[in-house]
Nanobody
Framework: QVQLVESGGGLVQPGGSRRLSCAAS????????MGWYRQAPGKQRELVAR???????YIVDSVKGRFTISRDNAKNTVYLQMNSLKPEDTAVYYC??????????????WGQGTQVIVSS
């Protein structure tokens, strides 16, 4: 079974920075797109950033210019660099990856989430 494990969350002051990491492990043949979603209290989950295997990336307008997504294919890891954090960025951040396992097609996978709280 494929597992995604996020790390890097925690408490950060407004204007500060954090880097989230998500490492995929298990029986993996290949990984297509990887990305980050977040869910704030009382709100629906939203896509924050996504990066394809070919390097094309998407950043939601609300964080564009502040967040950057990247990936290390050798480590099966995706990162989210978050700068100039605002209180409205407070949410649980979830890693997502489209992964092919041996003798199977691509499947959508999710991590358990890591909490980011932006507060003074």
């Amino acid at each position: 079974q494929v597992q995604l494990v996020e790390s890097g969350g925690g408490l950060v002051q407004p204007g500060g920075s954090r880097r989230l990491s998500c490492a995929a492990s298990g029986s993996i043949s290949s990984i297509n797109a990887m990305g980050w979603y977040r869910q704030a209290p009382g709100k629906q989950r939203e896509l924050v950033a996504r990066i394809t295997s070919s390097g094309n990336s998407y950043i939601v307008d609300s964080v564009k210019g502040r967040f950057t997504i990247s990936r290390d294919n050798a480590k099966n890891t995706v990162y989210l660099q978050m700068n100039s954090l605002k209180p409205e960025d407070t949410a649980v951040y979830y890693c997502n990856a489209v992964i092919q396992v041996p003798d199977s097609g691509y499947k959508d996978n999710w991590g358990q989430g890591t909490q980011v709280i932006v507060s003074s």
